[in-house]
T-cell receptor, first 114, second 111 residues
Framework: DAGITQSPRHKVTETGTPVTLRCHQTENHRYMYWYRQDPGHGLRLIHYSYGVKDTDKGEVSDGYSVSRSKTEDFLLTLESATSSQTSVYFC?????????????FGEGSRLTVL | KNEVEQSPQNLTAQEGEFITINCSYS?????LHWLQQHPGGGIVSLFM???GKKKHGRLIATINIQEKHSSLHITASHPRDSAVYIC?????????????FGKGTHLIIQP
């Protein structure tokens, strides 16, 4: 199994509080992604990173920010959580752009915003 | 219209049946992935295709680039194959922004 872990795996928080999800990899892969998964939707890209300190927005980036200060860690922050951000969040890593390489996913982080 | 469409959305079959899940896409691609997600579980990559056909155990994935269509087949299906199967495409000429996903096919194999 690829070395990719997410934390926390489950979190319940209140509207307006900040939340940070962490994705940690031991594969030294260049590309890292944060997705959210909601019923009735496919996985949707929030933000991605193509190197240390190199990040860009995805399809549903409003209300989220990311940081990557080290190759192995990619943090997703909700500055002020809202109920619409209740979701399951997946981190993914890949060694190639355009996803022509193998893709590995973390086990997901279930976030509930009350 | 979604760029990646899967059919059927839901499929229930008996153990031992031959299963086919379809994926159609409307953009040029560099690669197509089939992923598997068990209930409450993480997501696992099954195949990555850019042409032709791949086989792994009882799973077979095919792609027709001209028709913009891919199929995932499961032979001799088993209850442990029950999962959501997700098709995802990496767009041709795309940058580092990853995949575009279908909504998934929920497969249940009954004993």
């Amino acid at each position: 199994d690829a070395g990719i872990t997410q934390s926390p795996r489950h979190k319940v928080t209140e509207t307006g509080t900040p939340v940070t999800l962490r994705c940690h990899q031991t594969e030294n892969h260049r590309y890292m992604y944060w997705y959210r998964q909601d019923p009735g939707h496919g996985l949707r890209l929030i933000h991605y990173s193509y190197g240390v300190k190199d990040t860009d927005k995805g399809e549903v980036s409003d209300g989220y920010s990311v940081s990557r200060s080290k190759t192995e860690d990619f943090l997703l922050t909700l500055e002020s959580a809202t109920s619409s951000q209740t979701s399951v969040y997946f981190c993914a890593i890949s060694d190639r752009t355009g996803i022509t390489g193998e893709l590995f996913f973390g086990e997901g982080s279930r976030l509930t915003v009350l | 219209k979604n760029e990646v469409e899967q059919s059927p959305q839901n499929l229930t079959a008996q153990e031992g049946e031959f299963i086919t899940i379809n994926c159609s896409y409307s953009v040029g691609i560099s690669a197509l992935h089939w992923l598997q997600q068990h209930p409450g579980g993480g997501i696992v990559s099954l195949f990555m295709l850019s042409s032709g056909k791949k086989k792994h155990g009882r799973l077979i994935a095919t792609i027709n680039i001209q028709e913009k269509h891919s199929s995932l087949h499961i032979t001799a299906s088993h209850p442990r194959d029950s999962a959501v199967y997700i098709c995802a495409v990496g767009k041709a000429g795309g940058g580092a922004d990853g995949l575009t996903f279908g909504k998934g096919t929920h497969l249940i194999i009954q004993p």
